[in-house]
C-alpha cells in the first residue's frame, strides 16, 4: 500500500520560531489532509491540499503532487501549537485515508 | 452541533469480554470510519462504512466487528479483548470519501488487562 513518510518525527522550538514539517508519500493521492492532535488527543483538520499552496493565519501549506510531498509552515509558533501533527493520503486503489506517524511538536514558552 | 460523538470515552476490560464503541455523528454524512492509534504508529483504518447497511475492511481488520444500522451511527465491537488491542479508538466521518470534511470524535482510550 501507500507509505507516507513525516519529518522530523520530533521538534522542539521556542516561542516565536517558525518551522518546516515535511510529508513524502510513495504513489499518486487524491487528496492529502493536514491534521493536529492536541495534547487532549482531540484531531483538528488544518489543511485538505490536494496540490498547491493554502494558508490560514500562522499556518499555510503546500503540496507538490508530481514530486509526491507536501510541507507545512508553522509561523511565530505559540505554546498553543504542540501537539502531533499529521499529514493523511487518500489513494483511490486503497480508498482510504492513510496517515503518516506524525511529527511531534513542542513549542516552549 | 455535536458532530462526531464517541461512546465510552475510557474503558478498562479483561482479557476475553467482549464491549462496543458508539459513534454517533449528526452531520448526514454517508461515509463513517473508526481507526486505532498506537504509539509512533500514526492512526490505522480498522472497518469503515460508505453508507447505512454497508461496511469494509480496512488496514488492521482482525479481532473487531462493525455495523453500521443506521447512517447516523457507526459500532466498533470487540468480541473477545487480547492485550494487543489495547489503543485509542477514533471514529470518523465525512461527506465523500476523499473529502475535506473528515470530522473526528475525540477518542475512546481501552486498556485490555
Known amino acids: 500500500g501507500i507509505q507516507v513518510e513525516q519529518s522530523p518525527p520530533d521538534l522542539i522550538l521556542q516561542e516565536g520560531a517558525n518551522s518546516t514539517l515535511r510529508c513524502n508519500f510513495s504513489?499518486?493521492?487524491?487528496?492529502l489532509q493536514w491534521f493536529h492532535q492536541n495534547p487532549w488527543g482531540q484531531l483538528i483538520n488544518l489543511f485538505y491540499?490536494?496540490?498547491g499552496t493554502k494558508q490560514n493565519g500562522r499556518l499555510s501549506a503546500t503540496t507538490v503532487a508530481t514530486e509526491r510531498y507536501s510541507l507545512l509552515y508553522i509561523s511565530s509558533s505559540q505554546t498553543t501549537d504542540s501537539g502531533v501533527y499529521f499529514c493523511?493520503?487518500?489513494?483511490?486503489?486503497?480508498?482510504?485515508?492513510?496517515f503518516g506517524s506524525g511529527t511531534q511538536l513542542t513549542v516552549l514558552p | 452541533n455535536a458532530g462526531v460523538t464517541q461512546t465510552p470515552k475510557f474503558r478498562v476490560l479483561k482479557t476475553g469480554q467482549s464491549m462496543t464503541l458508539l459513534c454517533a455523528q449528526d452531520?448526514?454524512?454517508?461515509?463513517m470510519y473508526w481507526y486505532r492509534q498506537d504509539p509512533g504508529m500514526g492512526l490505522r483504518l480498522i472497518h469503515y462504512?460508505?453508507?447505512?447497511?454497508?461496511?469494509a475492511k480496512g488496514e488492521v481488520p482482525d479481532g473487531y466487528n462493525v455495523s453500521r444500522l443506521k447512517k447516523q451511527n457507526f459500532l466498533l465491537g470487540l468480541e473477545s479483548a487480547a492485550p494487543s488491542q489495547t489503543s485509542v479508538y477514533f471514529c470518523?466521518?465525512?461527506?465523500?470519501?476523499?473529502?475535506?470534511?473528515?470530522?473526528f470524535g475525540s477518542g475512546t482510550r481501552l486498556t485490555v488487562v
Open positions: 491540499i490536494p496540490s
Open positions: 504513489d499518486s493521492v487524491n487528496n
Open positions: 493523511a493520503v487518500f489513494s483511490g486503489s486503497a480508498r482510504q485515508l492513510t
Open positions: 470518523a466521518s465525512s461527506y465523500r470519501e476523499a473529502s475535506y470534511g473528515y470530522t
Open positions: 452531520m448526514n454524512h454517508e461515509y
Open positions: 462504512s460508505v453508507g447505512e447497511g454497508t461496511t
